[in-house]
């Protein structure tokens, strides 16, 4: 009897008390992509005959018997993903150039034709048995867009293809997502098969994420660099739109559509290095640590999934300078998470749902998003406050809806007890699977986030707030040529940047450089500038920056194109007449001058000078040669050149490229030129 009773309480609480009565909003995720949204990070891997070759996108035409990593070690891999915190690995098993990294019976341009293992290699059967030995989740990148496959542009490619997924689909065990690539950049037109495609993948995996432009499992954000929008609604309007060109504009892949027709949540791709495929010439390019911290908060903090680009290298290893940074982001991240202060909170909510058992304000602080709150139907909007006995000092808001029953939070702000009245340190608008605000270090007994609007009564899975040490960042001093001086090294408010202009050490004390901050030096000066992060608590090293005349008056002889003197290094100046020639509207004291080549010599035939002679004139018509040399390994470390001669006084200046640096080169290159005078 009792048993039973006990029985009927429990189908009774079942039927009243669960998500049921909570109407569900809008476009919902599937169980997979509930399941995909909790994954937040992986791996992704680059790696091909492009690894040996130093191409993005290769032809096809390659010779397969470059492709030989002789250490190939897919278990390294795993464990260096799984130490990284990572929650899998997706790689190109076929990218552009139709290469598959698997002995395919549907193609001849694969690990088969290598020169690897003597041509016996699997690389999908390696990383998929290490991802299991490691618990990672396996996934793979497959490119419609084949530049090798004789049969690419028919019909009969649509029937290959998905012939060819159905091979990796069906060989290596559980797929988590299968990953879409748009691009298409040749001549050769092929529609596509999309529900050919999807339908071979869901027979064999039916609990794959489908990425592409438009999902229909994940979308792409629109960019390559990793940054979702703040706005970001997991809904987007489908109809219509195919993956690649046919893709939704980037505002909608950047931020979704509020109300938009299908779940298709945010996936942010971007290489840990400059290019997607490894090269030694970017050894020295891996992400800074800080690049990696903005990456992350702009990813997962802002509703979507970081999958970070780790290439292989040509031994068939992730590179030390890789992993190395990988792990200091771990570090930082475990850091940054580790004590959930709202765990001690009091915690109090308006407008909380009724007759609904799972319905609790506990389930806010217990650090599960399978647990929430909700506010009663009918109401959207809603203040929940955190209160403390004792003052707490966070800098870190975690936020997550319950996106089972549809993302609902439009608008909401949050405010802190500052000396007894609310301070606003917030306001935003979606939360979605996870939002995270990077907030300036805050001492206060009571935190109050106010809901202001929802599509639907808003079910709030989790609130957290954590204390995360601050990361040193070192400041970048560049002058515009107007003179005004920018400092960029704060990108959170943890840091802040003191600064000085009359040549002595910055310490807490000095000004705090922002945006409003005004500093110019038309007739040049000297910057220095310092990172402090815990309130003063830990300093940076100290940045100087010696600044000459600027260059805004200063006029290109013959031309309107100032991208040799508008004070940014990006802008890069190429001449075919093999000189440039200055009037720097007054006559100076000239006792040098400096040339910044482009940051690398690249397709863009933007190729730096080696070989210069460099003239100065009083009127633009009698000139003098005042030096001449060659900037010396300018073409390997490609960084400003400083050149004194015999001060002269002079109103226009001439530097003429005796040798470009590739030693051949019609034309070439000025990223920046400058003089000097002190
Ligand atoms: C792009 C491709 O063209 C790149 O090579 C890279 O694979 C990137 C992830 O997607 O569309
Ligand atoms: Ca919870």
Redesign the pocket.
């Known amino acids: 009897m009792k048993k039973n009773w006990l029985l009927f309480a429990g189908l009774f609480s079942c039927a009243v008390a669960s998500a049921q009565d909570i109407k569900p909003y809008g476009a919902l995720p599937t169980k997979p992509q509930v399941a995909w949204a909790d994954l937040e990070y992986y791996m ?1 891997i ?1 790696f091909g005959p492009n690894t040996f070759t130093n191409k ?2 290769g032809h096809g035409d390659e010779d397969p018997k470059v492709f030989n990593p002789k250490h190939l070690d897919a278990r390294q891999w795993a464990r260096t993903a799984k130490l990284a915190g990572m929650k899998g690995i997706v790689i ?1 098993a076929k ?2 150039d139709g290469f598959c990294l698997w002995p395919s019976k549907y193609s001849t341009h694969t690990v088969r034709e290598s020169a690897w293992k003597d041509g016996k290699g699997d690389i999908l059967k390696e990383l998929s048995a290490a991802c299991k030995e490691y618990g990672l989740k396996f996934g793979v ?1 497959l ?1 419609p ?1 084949d530049r090798n496959h004789p049969a690419y542009g028919t019909a009969e490619y649509n029937q290959i293809f998905a012939k060819t997924l159905n091979e990796v689909l069906s060989g290596y065990g559980p797929v988590f997502e299968q ?1 879409f ?3 298409n ?1 040749g001549n050769i037109k092929q529609p596509y098969d999309w529900d050919l495609f999807h339908s071979v993948v869901y027979k064999n995996q039916p609990n794959a994420v489908i990425f592409s432009d438009v999902g229909p499992g994940c979308r ?1 954000v629109g960019n ?1 660099n990793g940054y979702a929008g703040t706005t970001n609604w997991s809904t987007l309007n489908v109809k219509g739109f195919t993956p690649g060109v046919g893709g939704p504009d980037t505002k909608s892949l950047n931020e979704g559509n509020e109300d938009g027709e299908k779940w298709v949540p945010t996936e942010c ?1 971007v ?1 840990i290095r400059p290019g ?2 490894y090269s030694p010439d970017t050894d020295d390019k891996v992400k800074s640590l800080n690049q990696l911290l903005d990456i992350y908060y702009a990813s997962v903090g802002r509703n979507g999934n970081l999958i970070l ?1 780790v290439p292989v290298d040509r031994d068939g290893l992730i590179h030390p300078n890789d992993s190395t940074r990988l792990m200091e982001l771990r570090q930082v991240l475990d850091a940054s998470f580790k004590d959930n202060l709202a765990r001690q909170a009091k915690v109090t909510a308006t407008n909380t749902r009724s007759n609904n058992t799972a319905v609790k304000v506990s389930n806010l602080t217990d650090g599960n998003n399978k647990t929430y709150w909700a506010a009663s139907e009918g109401k959207n909007d809603a203040v929940i406050t955190l209160t403390y006995s004792k003052p707490v000092t966070f800098n870190r808001l975690v936020l997550q809806e319950f996106i089972a029953l549809g993302q609902r939070v439009k608008a909401f702000k949050v405010e802190v007890l500052d000396n007894g009245s609310l301070k606003e340190v917030a306001n935003e608008t979606t939360i979605g699977h996870k939002r995270i605000l990077r907030l300036p270090l805050t001492t206060t007994s009571q935190i109050r986030i106010s809901i202001l609007d929802a599509k639907a009564a808003p079910v709030i899975s989790e609130i957290q707030l954590f204390k995360a040490p601050g990361v040193i960042t070192t400041p970048e001093i560049s002058r515009q040529e107007g003179g005004k001086v920018i400092i960029n090294g704060a990108s959170s408010p943890d840091v802040t940047i003191h600064y000085t202009t009359d040549g002595t050490e910055p310490d807490f004390q000095s000004p705090v450089y922002n945006w409003n901050s005004n500093i110019s030096l038309p007739r040049g000066g000297t910057v220095k500038a310092r990172a402090y992060v815990d309130q003063g608590k830990t300093a940076g090293k100290v940045v100087t920056k010696d600044f000459d005349i600027a260059s805004g008056t200063w006029k290109v002889v013959g031309s309107t194109n100032r991208k040799a003197i508008d004070g940014n290094v990006e802008s890069v100046y190429v001449t075919d007449k093999n000189e440039i020639q200055i009037d720097l509207a007054e006559t100076f004291n000239l006792k040098g001058f400096t040339y910044t080549p482009p940051e690398s010599d690249d397709h863009g035939g933007t190729i730096s000078i080696y070989g210069y002679e460099f003239y100065v004139s009083k009127d633009g018509e009698q000139w003098s040669k005042v030096a001449t040399g060659q900037f010396a390994n300018i073409k390997n470390n490609p960084v400003i050149q400083t050149v004194k001669f015999q001060a002269t006084d002079a109103r226009y200046i001439k530097l003429v490229s005796t040798a470009p640096s590739d030693g051949k080169s019609k034309s070439v290159a000025i990223a920046e030129l400058g003089i000097l005078t002190r």
Do not use: K, L, R, V
Request: zero cysteines.
């Open positions: 992704f680059h993005e996108w190109t990218h552009h990148y490119s867009w990953w690539d748009g691009a950049g792409w390559e791709d290489s997607w495929f680009n």
